[in-house]
């Protein structure tokens, strides 16, 4: 059986449990990723190492902005085809903006701390370097004072299939950086690591350099000197400024592209799959955990999730007396809240789909609270149901913990599935 009928297979598993709602879709998305065969490659690393300005080189144009300080303050993804720029925030809406407007999203210095919202920016260009499906990534630079930055880059590590790993000759190695590494291992399938500036230093200094990035790297990813991995790891020294390098990395990755895609795709889905079956186990042993509370308890926080829904249902009415029109993004913000209600309550993570495509749909005040009210009656019920509020059939609670058995049981077979395809 191969990865992608595997994966089907999986997600028809967590579709018989509400529980796993979450974990379901994650699946879904790796899905639609081996279908469409699109591989993506993040540009990670401390800030300031010229990751940016080294995308700009790759891609054969300056299309993002640069600068002497911490710049980009939020993931942009880019992808081959005509110019164009889409913005999109957190609560599903998006816009098309201006090329030259772009810095007012992505930089820091305008954009402090993700102030605006936003969850990643879209480009799209003409460069030859994406013609074979894939999509270059610029993430926000981990180490600095910033902690959003270092937050979204982590975030989208796990999204990447292949990472282009940044380093410096005028900075060694830090702790940073190598705990970053540690963490990026678990979801990509290909490394490449980019040693950058070397137009700064001579020959000799770079060399002893490289050496030493190299032994350390080993120590990281966990080859043995000499072995088939430590081979395959390399470091590439490039100049970003002054386009020295750039080409060699750009061929390694095309070659890639062409002869070893399917191998790395399988690679990172199964490597992210596995991350996925793990949070899974974990979130079934939470509610387990919930289950086995002291009735008081139990009920307490049960009365807390209801009341709190109560309270916002007694809103809804000064949100029709009040009349106007309300955009669907903003019951994508009130779903946020209510799923952070149920993690803070019980621990557990509540599935909510961010409605991207009719987030700027405009409502009438009555329509959003008709809507608001379904989301509260819909998650009071699927709260009851999971945790079997008041349900006083021995046999159901008994048979409810029997499935969730099984199920770990079918967890710990799909996990030695893609353990062998990793291996």
Known sequence: MDILDTTINLKQTLDGYELCRMQANQIEGLLQK?????????????????????????????????????????????????????????????????ADQLHSFISEQENPDNARGVAEVELRTKSDFLKDGLVLVDTPGVGSVHENNSRSAYEFARESD??????????PVNQIEIEFLKSVRKYAGKFYFAVNKIDTI??????????????????IMDCEPGSEEAEAIRLIPISAKKDVGIECLCDMIRDDLIHKAGEIMAQSVSLKILEILKNTKTQIRSYREVLKMAPNVFNSRFREIHLYLDGRRAELGGIRTGGGTLLRARLNEEKAVLSAKVRELFGIEYFYYVDRD?????????????????????LA??????FMYKEENAYTVARRIEDLNILMHELDKYRREYERIIH
Do not use: H, W
């Not at 002497?68 to 880019?78: L, Q, Y």
């Not at 292949?162 to 900075?171: A, E, N, R």
């Not at 020959?203 to 032994?215: G, I, K, P, S, T």
């Not at 009719?358 to 009656?377: G, R």
């Open 34 to 98: 081996l279908r469409k065969k699109e591989v993506t490659i993040a540009v990670i690393g401390q800030f300031k190492r010229g990751k940016t300005t080294m995308v700009n080189s790759m891609l054969g144009s300056k299309l993002l902005p640069v600068g002497i300080v911490p710049i980009t303050a939020a993931v942009t993804r880019i992808r081959y085809g005509d110019e164009s720029s889409v913005v999109y925030y957190q609560n599903g809406l998006s816009e098309e903006v201006p």
């Open 162 to 171: 292949g990472v282009i790993f940044m380093l410096s000759v005028d900075s």
């Open 202 to 219: 001579d020959d000799e200094d770079l060399q002893e350099y490289l050496q030493y990035c190299n032994a350390l790297i080993c120590g």
């Open 358 to 378: 009719n987030a700027a749909e405009v409502l009438t005040a009555d329509d959003y609270a008709d809507e608001l009210e379904a989301t509260y009656e819909e």
């Open 381 to 386: 019920k699927t709260l009851d149901a999971i």
